[in-house]
């Protein structure tokens, strides 16, 4: 079972719905999916229906994949919240991905990427003292290697580079 939308800036339509697209618009695909079934990873394949446009369409990807697991560990439920703050900053929704950073924190207070985006939110409201206390916190966290969630699941797939120094330029350039 799962609901799937089409989201068209500046307004969202229902899967299955007709829509115009104009030249220089772009689609983002988003879904989401409730089931019951064995965890895993699944893939979904979008195929259009038979279709000649005006335009030629670049598609970056007809293959959708996603995670079906039970939220059976702390882990998991962090995870989510992670993701919740992650997409909220991904869609530029300033007041929803401060409530999740502090939702994440509330839950896993070990999470540097919380502590991170505070930082940089404050620090673009000139709240330079609160900026400085959030980047104090990610880089003590990433230091002393607590922030299990990021270094077990998300620093493996990252290319090398020390996230430690990149916090302290980023905080020390607050003026």
Request: hydrophobic share 40%; proline share 6%.
């Amino acid at each position: 079972m799962g609901s799937v939308r089409i989201m068209v800036t500046p307004k969202s339509v229902r899967w299955g719905s007709v829509i115009e697209i104009k030249p220089g618009t772009s689609v983002a695909w988003m879904a989401t999916f409730v089931a019951e079934g064995a965890p895993g990873v699944y893939q979904w394949m979008i195929e259009l229906p038979d279709m000649r446009p005006s335009l030629p369409l670049r598609l970056n990807s007809s293959l959708v994949e996603y995670e079906l697991r039970p939220i059976s560990t702390v882990g998991d439920r962090a995870e989510l919240l992670r993701r919740r703050m992650v997409f909220a900053l991904l869609d530029n929704d300033a007041r929803t991905t401060e409530r999740a950073a502090f939702d994440l924190l509330a839950f896993y207070p070990q999470s540097h990427e919380a502590h991170m985006i505070l930082g940089r939110r404050y620090r673009d409201r000139g709240r330079k003292r609160e900026a400085r206390r959030h980047f104090d916190a990610a880089i003590e966290l990433l230091a002393s290697e607590r922030d299990h969630l990021y270094l077990d699941n998300i620093r493996p797939h990252i290319p090398e580079g020390d996230p430690v120094e990149a916090l302290r330029a980023e905080r020390d350039d607050i003026r």
